[in-house]
């Protein structure tokens, strides 16, 4: 690690044999860094090479746009030829077509003079009346010629508009081009500027770190020996904690003890219910007693093993959590709370229906071991197994106990709603009937007539 060399490759024995470590050392070792090369040196190329990279890159972009603008301005150039051409071959059709119009206003001048000479001799008028119909008629193909000339001119006028009007945009998008440039040489100037001071100023603090540090490297020498210890222990990346792992700890947490409250209200549900069908089944001889009288015992049982249960949870999961005083009272009331809801419903749903509660019970914590995300697995909200995950009861319990840890307040609704469940579980079971005691009580109707 020091020297830069790997023991695992198979060149390092003929290496040793040729030299020392010294001689073999890699130019990445620290060795190498430390004895031979001026960390001064060092220093200053890691800095000027970033700076360097820094400013190579704005040299690259303003090259990009120099190359740009130079494709435009031969663009331009080439155009401005093109113009040139077409403004030569247009001035000389106008100077064409004006000598023509002016040959053919000459010789209308003169067809006008003969017609005026005609009138005044009218005595030679059927003679030269040929003449003169001639004369119309090459005026007249004349003239046609002269209008096919001139549109001709015309649209050639026109479309050396539109070429100029290109130019001349493109001219715009030059100059527009030039001066972005302009700015971007301006600004480049001001960052190499910027970047040298900052540079300037960095040796200076690198050389004072150069030299303390060179004052730490001599004074850890033992005797004539480097500080090996110190070697590795700068040689060596220094290790960190991974802070995923602590947030899937605080997520698995509520998770362990949700599942840990309701398996034991489901095994101490069962054994009460259990327990009262023995009871039930070996007195035969107990008195006539009201509906709620016969419950009150069980009810009772029930109740007072959920608050036993509820405090031994909550004082154990409040210390493994490490709460203060007043957060750990708070969290053994929401556990207390969560377990008479949960022994409370499952007795009465095993006293009052049996195998068909045990069954509701079991599919409420299929449920929740399934669709939980506490065990890594992501559920999406809007799929079809993200809407069944939202009749989870257990998962807005999860949510809650996670909301307490994480210290948001945000969990007085189901806090309520938990007091209320547990309230309407204990009265339920203050009315559970069953089929044996309404054979009973004919039964004993049947004994009192007889007699």
């Not at 995923?244 to 698995?252: C, E, P, Q």
């Not at 993200?386 to 948001?408: A, C, H, M, T, W």
Request: glycine fraction near 6%; hydrophobic fraction near 40%.
């Amino acid at each position: 690690m020091y020297y830069g060399i790997d023991l695992r490759t198979k060149d390092v024995g003929p290496k040793l044999e040729e030299g020392s470590l010294d001689a073999i050392a890699t130019e990445q070792s620290l060795y190498y860094v430390l004895n031979k090369q001026s960390l001064t040196d060092l220093i200053s190329n890691l800095v000027s090479s970033s700076i360097t990279a820094e400013v190579k890159q704005d040299m690259t972009g303003l090259k990009q746009k120099i190359d740009s603008y130079q494709q435009f301005i031969t663009s331009a150039d080439q155009n401005s030829m093109l113009l040139a051409e077409k403004l030569n071959v247009t001035t000389q059709q106008a100077t064409s077509m004006n000598e023509n119009l002016g040959e053919y206003l000459k010789g209308l001048a003169k067809w006008r003079e003969s017609s005026l000479k005609l009138v005044e001799e009218q005595q030679v008028l059927t003679t030269n009346n040929t003449g003169e119909q001639t004369a119309v008629l090459s005026l007249d193909s004349g003239i046609k010629s002269l209008m096919m000339q001139s549109q001709s001119l015309v649209e050639s006028s026109k479309h050396s508009l539109t070429t100029s009007d290109d130019v001349y945009k493109t001219f715009d998008q030059i100059n527009g081009q030039a001066k972005e440039i302009q700015e971007s040489g301006t600004t480049i100037v001001s960052k190499a500027d910027s970047l040298l001071n900052d540079f300037t100023k960095k040796m200076d603090d690198d050389k004072s770190f150069s030299k303390n540090f060179t004052k730490i490297l001599a004074n850890s020498r033992i005797g004539d020996r480097q500080n090996e210890m110190l070697y590795q222990f700068l040689s060596s990346p220094v290790q960190k904690q991974n802070d995923g792992v602590i947030v899937a700890g605080n997520a698995f947490t509520p998770y362990l003890i949700v599942l840990t409250c309701f398996i034991v209200a489901l095994f101490t549900a069962y054994a009460i219910a259990n327990q009262e069908k023995k009871r039930t089944q070996s007195d035969h001889f107990e008195e006539k007693f009201s509906l709620i009288d016969m419950n009150v015992p069980t009810t009772v049982v029930a109740f007072g093993i959920s608050i036993v249960e509820g405090i031994s949870i909550g004082i154990i999961s409040g210390r493994l959590l490490q709460f203060g005083q007043d957060q750990s009272l708070l969290w053994i009331a929401f556990i207390t709370i969560i377990m008479m809801a949960f022994v409370l419903v499952s007795t009465y749903l095993l006293r009052q229906i049996k195998m068909v509660g045990m069954f509701i019970l079991l599919v409420f914590l299929s449920m929740y071991l399934f669709l939980t995300e506490a065990v890594g697995s992501k559920v999406d909200q809007m799929s079809s197994v993200g809407k069944v995950r939202q009749f989870s009861p257990l998962q807005y319990i999860e949510s809650f106990l996670n909301d307490f840890i994480s210290g948001k307040d945000t969990g007085k609704v189901i806090f309520i709603v938990l007091f209320v469940i547990a309230i309407i579980g204990l009265v339920s079971n203050l009315f559970v009937w069953h089929k044996k005691w309404e054979e009973k009580e004919v039964n004993d109707q049947t004994m009192e007539h007889s007699g």
